[in-house]
């Protein structure tokens, strides 16, 4: 009897042990050929409910047992815990099934290698500073506000008193709206309640300007938390703000430049835009392109998507503040702007067909071995050339061709699925232009970019205009956004960080692609052309950056939460110019061309370092870039993207190491030119008087 009872005891109990164990059930789904849609669902058994899923993706919440937008081909992680904290770790990964997922697989993991790389943070690993990102304080917002609303708020009563403690959960206000009705306000958090509205006070009114501009004008209390909160992924991760160590390099670099010329950027403006201008144009320099066409040929590979879509992205993450630091770093930039393209014509090469080779490839082969570091030399001059290449099929090409087809067909249905045909057509349109060489590069980019550049500040300004009752507030906004921005903004240094990384990745200051483009400009003297593309960064980041920024900021869209980069550009134009969606869009794609046909010069001329200066060389590389237009505009490629974009920002890695080395010659030469201009020693074009009748 006794071991009956005691056979049946132990049966009970491995039962109860094997109940208490969790038991997972996965479920994985790839629903289409297209790139980053998997799936994974998990269902649990056994333990204790509720269970919390802790999932490698960080956008995929803690309550959740179902994980989406999912690359393929990739692990992906999920730890399980019951109610009492029992605990099994899945890895799982959903099977490629198209080519397209095949590469975006491969790439992914060679993205997060460069990025770790780019976007290392010196600082935070050095123990210097934490990053991750605390809120002191919870501010407490109108309940189912949006940026979009249309009504009025009052603060009709208080329910607690000021600085008393609440908790989460409790009433502590009621909101009354013009349109009708009540709501209550809860407390989001526990802690020390502190008003930012008194009784009987607007809280928000869409027909006030001041309030649409005003960061944060809908909330009408915060909650000081007893201790700084951690924010969060939905994952359960936190957030963190870190310093790239990409951005970092640049800036430094651009700083070292700026006091190392004698702050060049500012002193020499005057002088650069006469010059652009023809003043000093000689007419038998050697070169093939005017010192204009080289400024639009550079600033054509520029200004494109990031002015646009990039700054609406910064201004939503650092708020209006981050304009203050793009401002800042543009300023900055033309400095390394000058000192490459500088060395970029002192140390080109002009075969006797008159054809030009110059560019960092030159300065860092040439310019180091006239130091005793040739080796050195070597190396930094064939990596820069194989990044220059990649950027300029990836970045330059199939990004540009990518994203103008997802915004033109955004706004034109009738384009949607015809990726490969749109992608035929541009590739048409730019083997037009890129098989006559630099020469016909340029003519096209001189037209192109004051066109739509001119369209788009023009618009920018009929926004500010018509908006221009809320320059105080907008500028208030940028100001206080900049120097005491919320926690939620990541504080000062995140602030900094965002405006700073969208100028340094805009203008590409120090990434030396601009040098190549000025290599070819016609001129005896090397740092008039120095001087010529110190007004890049300017146009690009200080003017047409911060125009979008404003723009933003004006019509308060820099406030709207969950909508993509150039779609919130383009609502806040459309808020005013209700047609101008249309016109940005085709703006986008000039944008896109621009840079394509650009980057196909610097692609060019990186490749012929490498292979050889044939012609039959260059004919192999455009035909080849033309390849790329149509690969880009018709298959989403995700990593692959990404990745090939980024080797534009790591060509800063040897340019500038080169740029630090030559720096004192540069300076020698800045010097000489300049006593040569107080004496009248450059070429002038003389004045043509009109003779009297």
Same mark, same amino acid.
């Given at each position: ?371 005793? %570091?040739? $080796?050195? *030399?070597?190396?930094?001059? !064939?990596?820069? =050339? /194989? #990044? ?5 099929? &990836? +970045? ?18 009738? %384009?949607? $699925?015809? *990726?490969?045909?749109?992608? !035929?057509?541009? =590739? /048409? #349109? ?5 098989? &006559? +060489? ?27 205009? !018509? ?227």
């Amino acid at each position: 009897m006794r071991k009956q009872f005691l056979s049946i005891f132990l049966m009970l109990s491995s039962i109860a042990l094997f109940a208490q164990e969790l038991s997972v059930k996965e479920t994985l789904t790839n629903p289409s050929k297209q790139i980053n849609d998997g799936q994974i669902t998990v269902d649990v058994s056994g333990g204790k409910a509720p269970y919390t899923y802790k999932w490698s993706n960080q956008e995929t919440p803690l309550k959740s047992n179902v994980s989406t937008g999912l690359t393929e081909g990739i692990d992906y992680s999920v730890t399980i815990t019951d109610a009492e904290n029992r605990s099994v770790t899945k890895t799982y990964q959903i099977e490629s099934e198209s080519i397209t997922e095949i590469f975006n697989g491969i790439m992914t993991p060679a993205v997060a290698g460069l990025g770790s790389v780019l976007f290392w943070d010196p600082f935070a690993a050095t123990g210097v500073y934490d990053p991750v990102v605390y809120a002191d304080v919870k501010l407490i917002s109108i309940p189912d506000w949006s940026a979009d609303v249309n009504d009025k708020f009052t603060l009709k009563q208080w329910l607690k008193p000021e600085g008393s403690h609440v908790e989460k959960g409790e009433t502590i206000a009621i909101v009354s709206k013009a349109s009708g009705g009540e709501v209550e306000v809860k407390a989001a958090a526990a802690g020390e309640l502190k008003y930012r509205v008194k009784e009987g006070g607007v809280i928000y009114n869409s027909n006030n300007k001041e309030h649409v501009i005003e960061q944060g004008a809908h909330y009408l209390a915060e909650i000081k938390y007893d201790e700084p909160i951690a924010l969060l992924h939905p994952n359960g991760d936190p957030q963190t703000k870190n310093i790239p160590f990409i951005v970092v390099w640049l800036l430094l670099g651009a700083t070292f430049f700026t006091i190392r010329m004698g702050f060049i950027n500012i002193r020499g403006f005057k002088h650069s835009l006469e010059l652009a201008k023809g003043k000093y144009d000689d007419p038998n320099a050697p070169g093939q392109v005017t010192h204009f066409q080289a400024l639009a040929t550079a600033v054509s590979g520029t200004v494109g998507l990031g002015n646009i879509a990039g700054v609406a992205v910064a201004v939503s993450l650092g708020g209006a503040g981050a304009t203050m630091w793009m401002i800042v770093a543009g300023l900055l930039g033309m400095s390394s702007k000058f000192v490459e393209c500088t060395l970029g014509v002192k140390y080109r090469n002009i075969l006797p067909d008159g054809r030009v080779f110059g560019g960092p490839m030159n300065y860092l082969r040439y310019g180091l071995e006239k130091r005793n %570091l040739k $080796g050195l *030399g070597k190396v930094l001059a !064939v990596v820069f =050339a /194989i #990044l220059a290449v990649g950027a300029s099929f &990836g +970045g330059g090409n199939m990004f540009q061709a990518n994203q103008a087809f997802e915004q033109l067909s955004g706004q034109f249905p009738t %384009l949607a $699925g015809h *990726g490969f045909w749109f992608g !035929v057509i541009t =590739a /048409i #349109l730019v083997g037009a232009v890129i098989l &006559g +060489g630099i020469s016909s590069i340029a003519k096209v980019t001189e037209k192109i970019v004051p066109f739509m550049a001119g369209i788009y500040v023009l618009a920018a300004l009929i926004v500010i205009g !018509v908006n221009f009752q809320n320059i105080g507030a907008a500028f208030s906004a940028i100001i206080d956004g900049a120097f005491s921005p919320s926690a939620l903004k990541g504080g000062v240094i995140g602030v900094l960080i965002v405006g700073f990384q969208r100028a340094a990745f805009s203008n590409e200051a120090g990434v030396g692609s601009a040098a190549i483009a000025h290599s070819a400009a016609k001129t005896n003297h090397p740092p008039s052309e120095g001087f010529v593309a110190l007004l890049e960064p300017f146009i690009d980041t200080v003017v047409v950056c911060t125009l979008t920024a404003l723009v933003l900021v004006f019509t308060g869209m820099h406030e709207v939460e969950g909508v993509g980069g150039a779609q919130l550009t383009s609502d806040a134009f459309g808020s005013v110019i209700g047609w101008f969606p249309y016109v940005l869009a085709v703006a986008v794609f000039l944008f896109a061309f621009s840079t394509m046909i650009s980057w196909s010069y610097y692609g060019m001329r990186a490749w012929t370092f490498l292979f050889g200066k044939s012609r039959r060389t260059e004919v192999v590389y455009k035909l080849v870039f033309m390849f790329f237009v149509v690969v880009g505009a018709s298959v989403s490629l995700g990593a692959v993207l990404t990745f090939s974009d980024m080797m534009i920002l790591s060509m800063s890695f040897p340019n500038i190491i080169g740029l630090y080395i030559m720096s004192k010659e540069v300076k020698i030469d800045l010097n000489e030119y300049l006593r040569k201009l107080k004496a009248g020693e450059l070429f002038k074009k003389q004045k043509v008087e009109k003779k009297s009748a």
